[in-house]
């Protein structure tokens, strides 16, 4: 600790964006000043990416907050937050950069916000390594708000790789605290839809084939249950660049979400694409779990942060889920316990989460 600034190291464990993303929330929030060092340390190209700087500028103005390092490539970070407020925040990657992962630094901040909050987040909607708008509409949203708030998550306009230019506007309103959540009972799987989509160049074509095989594969594991994969073609006015991908939802008896999803990129051909989303869905729904692999890590900042006892059953638990748990007890007074989970077929790789959270209160409301 240098005077009272949190010392974060950003090379350990998952050593990636995602450090950045929840200590920069969690000091945000907290009122700690931080330092972040060796920033993405275990990446090809580490330091500060433009989605990385545009996240914390976006927290920075959210809450009157001093950033110092912030530049391209730069390792090191200093931040010191100020008060929270809501009103209207933008943060442009300029590139393809996700925006989905700038709302998973800003989200948690605007919940604790003075006013309510709308974030036009400008970059893009259908990235590798980070969830699809798609996924963050269709799962995230319904199983984040069981926190017990609610948003809305407007897609303007689709960007892809390489040049982005896509834009979503997130609105939310503050809350006193989180309530925590109990995920612990799978059900059945109820019903499974999804939607294969192209843009820009390319043939409608292309997406019934991802979506065709895609139910191909699933058909040899789920025989008597509808699928349903909307093959669809994004108007043009509302997408920029050219993309194919596939995202599908399996929903549960209990009323839990789990996906499979995949982009195309030249060279790939479709029935690839839509199987490897059938394949990673199979996969997610094998272990028992009530979230899949993406979700799994995106829910740990919430219940760190919420008043009470959470508990989640999971799959393995990934590394991002490791390194977000790592950081969140690191900066708050959460506790979390992973035990394996014991009334399961022996033969399931499957776990239980729990967190005591610190019960934050919004002081604003």
């Given at each position: 600790?240098?005077?009272?600034?949190?010392?974060?190291?950003?090379?350990?464990?998952?050593?990636?964006?995602?450090?950045?993303?929840?200590?920069?929330?969690?000091?945000?929030?907290?009122?700690?000043?931080?330092?972040?060092?060796?920033?993405?340390?275990?990446?090809?190209?580490?330091?500060?990416?433009?989605?990385?700087?545009?996240?914390?500028?976006?927290?920075?103005?959210?809450?009157?907050?001093?950033?110092?390092?912030?530049?391209?490539?730069?390792?090191?970070?200093?931040?010191?937050?100020?008060?929270?407020?809501?009103?209207?925040?933008?943060?442009?990657?300029?590139?393809?950069?996700?925006?989905?992962?700038?709302?998973?630094?800003?989200?948690?901040?605007?919940?604790?916000?003075?006013?309510?909050?709308?974030?036009?987040?400008?970059?893009?909607?259908?990235?590798?390594?980070?969830?699809?708008?798609?996924?963050?509409?269709?799962?995230?949203?319904?199983?984040?708000?069981?926190?017990?708030?609610?948003?809305?998550?407007?897609?303007?306009?689709?960007?892809?790789?390489?040049?982005?230019?896509?834009?979503?506007?997130?609105?939310?309103?503050?809350?006193?605290?989180?309530?925590?959540?109990?995920?612990?009972?799978?059900?059945?799987?109820?019903?499974?839809?999804?939607?294969?989509?192209?843009?820009?160049?390319?043939?409608?074509?292309?997406?019934?084939?991802?979506?065709?095989?895609?139910?191909?594969?699933?058909?040899?594991?789920?025989?008597?249950?509808?699928?349903?994969?909307?093959?669809?073609?994004?108007?043009?006015?509302?997408?920029?660049?050219?993309?194919?991908?596939?995202?599908?939802?399996?929903?549960?008896?209990?009323?839990?979400?789990?996906?499979?999803?995949?982009?195309?990129?030249?060279?790939?051909?479709?029935?690839?694409?839509?199987?490897?989303?059938?394949?990673?869905?199979?996969?997610?729904?094998?272990?028992?779990?009530?979230?899949?692999?993406?979700?799994?890590?995106?829910?740990?900042?919430?219940?760190?942060?919420?008043?009470?006892?959470?508990?989640?059953?999971?799959?393995?638990?990934?590394?991002?889920?490791?390194?977000?748990?790592?950081?969140?007890?690191?900066?708050?007074?959460?506790k979390f316990t992973v035990t394996k989970s014991e009334e399961e077929d022996p033969?399931?790789?499957?776990?239980?989460i729990e967190c005591q959270g610190m019960g934050?209160?919004?002081?604003?409301?």
């Amino acid at each position: 600790m240098d005077g009272d600034r949190v010392e974060i190291d950003g090379g350990i464990m998952e050593g990636g964006g995602q450090i950045l993303r929840v200590s920069t929330a969690l000091s945000c929030l907290l009122g700690l000043p931080l330092r972040v060092r060796r920033i993405r340390a275990g990446r090809s190209q580490p330091g500060l990416r433009p989605q990385h700087l545009s996240g914390l500028e976006m927290v920075r103005d959210l809450c009157d907050g001093k950033l110092n390092g912030g530049e391209i490539g730069s390792t090191e970070i200093t931040f010191t937050p100020g008060k929270i407020k809501g009103g209207t925040h933008i943060a442009d990657t300029k590139t393809a950069g996700s925006v989905c992962l700038l709302m998973q630094v800003a989200m948690p901040c605007v919940l604790f916000a003075a006013s309510p909050s709308e974030l036009h987040l400008k970059g893009g909607t259908n990235a590798e390594m980070a969830p699809q708008i798609d996924y963050t509409v269709m799962v995230f949203k319904p199983i984040v708000e069981k926190f017990n708030f609610t948003f809305k998550c407007d897609i303007k306009r689709r960007g892809y790789y390489p040049q982005g230019g896509g834009e979503v506007v997130v609105q939310m309103s503050p809350v006193k605290e989180l309530s925590p959540i109990n995920l612990t009972e799978r059900g059945t799987v109820t019903k499974i839809y999804g939607r294969a989509f192209v843009a820009g160049a390319l043939p409608i074509k292309l997406a019934k084939d991802m979506s065709a095989a895609a139910v191909r594969c699933i058909r040899r594991e789920i025989r008597d249950l509808y699928i349903n994969i909307q093959p669809v073609r994004e108007p043009d006015d509302q997408a920029v660049g050219t993309a194919s991908g596939i995202i599908i939802v399996a929903e549960t008896s209990t009323g839990c979400l789990l996906a499979g999803s995949s982009l195309g990129k030249r060279g790939k051909n479709a029935d690839k694409v839509g199987i490897e989303a059938a394949e990673m869905l199979l996969q997610n729904l094998k272990h028992g779990g009530t979230v899949d692999d993406s979700l799994q890590d995106q829910l740990i900042i919430f219940m760190a942060l919420a008043k009470g006892v959470s508990r989640v059953k999971s799959g393995p638990i990934t590394l991002h889920t490791q390194t977000a748990i790592h950081f969140a007890e690191q900066l708050t007074k959460a506790k979390f316990t992973v035990t394996k989970s014991e009334e399961e077929d022996p033969g399931n790789d499957t776990y239980i989460i729990e967190c005591q959270g610190m019960g934050m209160i919004n002081p604003n409301l």
